[in-house]
C-alpha cells in the first residue's frame, strides 16, 4: 500500500507558520501599545497606573488562574526583544 506523507506535512508547516506569525502580532501588540501610553505621557497626558499583562488561565469550571507576565511604568523603555522574551 502507498502512502504520501506530502500533505500532512503541508498541513502542519501552515499551522507551525500560523502560529508564529499569531505569537509576533501579539507581541507587536502589545509593544504598540506600551510605546503609544509613553508616548502619549510625553506629550501631556497624565501618567496613571502602570499598564500590566495578565494571563488568566481556566483550571475547572470556578478556578481560574492569573499570572502577570508584563509590568510596564511610563518611565520604563520599550524594548520588542525584552518583551517576546517575557512572553
Known sequence: MEHESGPEL???????TAGITLAKSV??????IIKARSEGIKKGDSPSAPVELIIRK???DDKIIE??????V???EINTEEIERDL
Do not use: N, Q
Request: proline share 0%; hydrophobic share 60%; glycine share 4%.
Open 10 to 16: 503541508l498541513v502542519w508547516l501552515a499551522m507551525g
Open 27 to 32: 507581541i507587536d501588540l502589545v509593544t504598540t
Open 58 to 60: 481556566i483550571i475547572a
Open 67 to 72: 499570572e502577570k507576565v508584563l509590568r510596564f
Open 74 to 76: 511610563y518611565k520604563d
